[in-house]
């Protein structure tokens, strides 16, 4: 079945109030901005990838996965599309780096891209062609970050007619002493609508409670403690934050009576028990020989979940190993919409993921030190320099629906059969969330052990 796509369009957003900071902590200098949406019915949905990587660990091997349109049409001169195919690069780079650990996994590629783009835009010479290269960006930088704010409006006016819960928030905390250059506060503030707050670094335990405050707002309580005093010194001279929080309605929800304890096997020998939902129902599915593939929508159908089961409950290394962009598409054009019937774990957990040496890996080297970093554009101010990257994820996927958030911050320092078929996940698989109309994914994952 091939991918058909569609458009929508979004006004921009209207602005949300500003948590309080603590008294003589910070001074707000803009609003925050805000994609946000709940919404009415859209016609039928034509897929296109919205990835988030949110610091998140899954439990469970599931890789959840979102995809769109772009992938089935190869290089695009549209400034949008060529943002959302560097996203997706990206995300499978970043995935390719955190699945060399073990456990669960969840992170919001969307959200480390915005944040990532948003410290771009204030470097220079090889500090900036170094991050081009990382982000994959594949025009003008004008054009790049003019062409990211306008997804993040269609991403914005697609939850809100899909039903969808979506709040998209960036921020950044400037020290008293740091010298701010006009142009640079004028895209950040403009371009990605993020709030700007002065602060005293030297005063870590305020800086990071107004920090945390503000993180918890954005995700409804869910980021309560993304920073703390003791990563903050008197050299600390930005940070920048991005939030990102999704909360959907499965179409067809699954009823608590008929989830039962059921074993996952973690591995071939060792199994756990676990609450597993199951319910017969039309959804999207396709069966090869490796592996499985399950789309599963939310409310209205511009998003949704995918998920990817191997064959062999030791299957998982095996398909994270030939994990492509190109993959996921050929298997989501041969999804036909049958009848299947659905097993899939109850599952919750979050990631905390220190992103250095991923990005390092990535090729983006120069912005971590002190003397060869050039973020000339952002500041004047010599020896400015990412001190670290951190991105902070979680998950909870139960009948009624998936609740989903990320946090990433950039620190800177100075210096169809007779039956059904069964889709029965009870071993490790990996899933995406995805926003249909952009292309984008939003988070993406796996499930080892939920």
Same mark, same amino acid.
Request: glycine share 8%.
């Given at each position: 079945?091939?991918?058909?796509?569609?458009?929508?369009?979004?006004?921009?957003?209207?602005?949300?109030?500003?948590?309080?900071?603590?008294?003589?902590?910070?001074?707000?200098?803009?609003?925050?901005?805000?994609?946000?949406?709940?919404?009415?019915?859209?016609?039928?949905?034509?897929?296109?990838?919205?990835?988030?990587?949110?610091?998140?660990?899954?439990?469970?091997?599931?890789?959840?996965?979102?995809?769109?349109?772009?992938?089935?049409?190869?290089?695009?001169?549209?400034?949008?599309?060529?943002?959302?195919?560097?996203?997706?690069?990206?995300?499978?780079?970043?995935?390719?780096?955190?699945?060399?650990?073990?456990?669960?996994?969840?992170?919001?590629?969307?959200?480390?891209?915005?944040?990532?783009?948003?410290?771009?835009?204030?470097?220079?010479?090889?500090?900036?062609?170094?991050?081009?290269?990382?982000?994959?960006?594949?025009?003008?930088?004008?054009?790049?970050? %003019?062409?990211?704010?306008?997804?993040?409006?269609?991403?914005?006016?697609?939850?809100?007619?899909?039903?969808?819960?979506?709040?998209?928030?960036? %921020?950044?905390?400037?020290?008293?002493?740091?010298?701010?250059?006009?142009?640079?506060?004028?895209?950040?503030?403009?371009?990605?609508?993020?709030?700007?707050?002065?602060?005293?670094?030297?005063?870590?335990?305020?800086?990071?409670?107004?920090?945390?405050?503000?993180?918890?707002?954005?995700?409804?309580?869910?980021?309560?403690?993304?920073?703390?005093?003791?990563?903050?010194?008197?050299?600390?001279?930005?940070?920048?934050?991005?939030?990102?929080?999704?909360?959907?309605?499965?179409?067809?929800?699954?009823?608590?009576?008929?989830?039962?304890? $059921?074993?996952?096997?973690?591995?071939?020998?060792?199994?756990?028990?676990?609450?597993?939902?199951?319910?017969?129902?039309?959804?999207?599915?396709?069966?090869?020989?490796?592996?499985?593939?399950?789309?599963?929508?939310?409310?209205?159908?511009?998003?949704?979940?995918?998920?990817?089961?191997?064959?062999?409950?030791?299957?998982?290394?095996?398909?994270?190993?030939?994990?492509?962009?190109?993959?996921?598409?050929?298997?989501?054009?041969?999804?036909?919409?049958?009848?299947?019937?659905?097993?899939?774990?109850?599952?919750?957990?979050?990631?905390?993921?220190?992103?250095?040496?991923?990005?390092?890996?990535?090729?983006?080297?120069?912005?971590?030190?002190?003397?060869?970093?050039?973020?000339?554009?952002?500041?004047?101010?010599?020896?400015?320099? $990412?001190?670290?990257?951190?991105?902070?994820?979680?998950?909870?996927?139960?009948?009624?629906?998936?609740?989903?958030?990320?946090?990433?911050?950039?620190?800177?320092?100075?210096?169809?059969?007779?039956?059904?078929?069964?889709?029965?996940?009870?071993?490790?698989?990996?899933?995406?969330?995805?926003?249909?109309?952009?292309?984008?994914?939003?988070?993406?994952?796996?499930?080892?052990?939920?």
């Amino acid at each position: 079945m091939r991918a058909s796509c569609f458009s929508v369009w979004e006004a921009f957003p209207r602005p949300v109030k500003n948590p309080n900071g603590s008294p003589g902590t910070a001074r707000p200098t803009s609003h925050v901005r805000s994609q946000e949406g709940r919404a009415n019915r859209l016609g039928e949905p034509k897929r296109h990838v919205l990835i988030g990587i949110l610091q998140a660990s899954l439990l469970t091997n599931l890789v959840v996965v979102a995809l769109a349109c772009p992938w089935a049409h190869g290089a695009s001169n549209d400034p949008i599309a060529r943002v959302v195919q560097g996203n997706d690069a990206v995300a499978f780079r970043l995935y390719e780096q955190m699945a060399k650990t073990d456990g669960n996994l969840i992170f919001s590629p969307f959200g480390i891209s915005m944040a990532l783009a948003m410290t771009a835009t204030g470097a220079e010479g090889n500090t900036l062609e170094e991050m081009r290269q990382a982000l994959a960006i594949r025009q003008a930088d004008a054009d790049y970050h %003019a062409a990211f704010a306008s997804l993040s409006e269609q991403i914005g006016q697609g939850a809100r007619k899909s039903g969808v819960a979506l709040r998209i928030r960036n %921020a950044l905390w400037l020290d008293h002493a740091l010298r701010v250059q006009p142009a640079y506060r004028s895209i950040v503030e403009q371009t990605y609508r993020a709030s700007l707050f002065t602060v005293d670094f030297a005063n870590g335990a305020a800086v990071s409670q107004q920090i945390n405050a503000w993180a918890s707002e954005a995700t409804f309580g869910r980021l309560s403690r993304m920073v703390n005093a003791n990563q903050f010194s008197r050299d600390t001279r930005l940070l920048l934050l991005n939030t990102v929080f999704f909360k959907g309605t499965w179409l067809h929800r699954f009823s608590r009576s008929d989830t039962r304890p $059921v074993p996952f096997h973690v591995t071939p020998t060792r199994s756990v028990p676990v609450p597993m939902m199951h319910q017969t129902m039309m959804a999207g599915y396709v069966a090869e020989t490796a592996v499985s593939a399950l789309e599963l929508p939310y409310t209205q159908g511009g998003f949704s979940m995918v998920l990817l089961l191997p064959a062999h409950k030791d299957g998982l290394g095996e398909l994270e190993a030939s994990l492509t962009v190109e993959q996921v598409e050929a298997l989501l054009q041969r999804l036909a919409r049958i009848e299947v019937d659905v097993r899939i774990p109850r599952f919750a957990f979050h990631s905390d993921l220190p992103l250095n040496t991923i990005l390092g890996t990535m090729g983006m080297k120069d912005a971590f030190i002190g003397g060869a970093a050039d973020f000339s554009r952002i500041s004047p101010d010599r020896g400015l320099h $990412v001190s670290a990257v951190r991105h902070s994820a979680g998950i909870e996927v139960d009948e009624a629906g998936t609740t989903a958030w990320a946090g990433t911050t950039v620190q800177m320092t100075e210096g169809s059969p007779p039956s059904p078929p069964v889709f029965l996940a009870d071993h490790p698989f990996l899933f995406f969330i995805l926003e249909k109309s952009s292309g984008t994914i939003l988070f993406m994952g796996r499930v080892a052990n939920p």
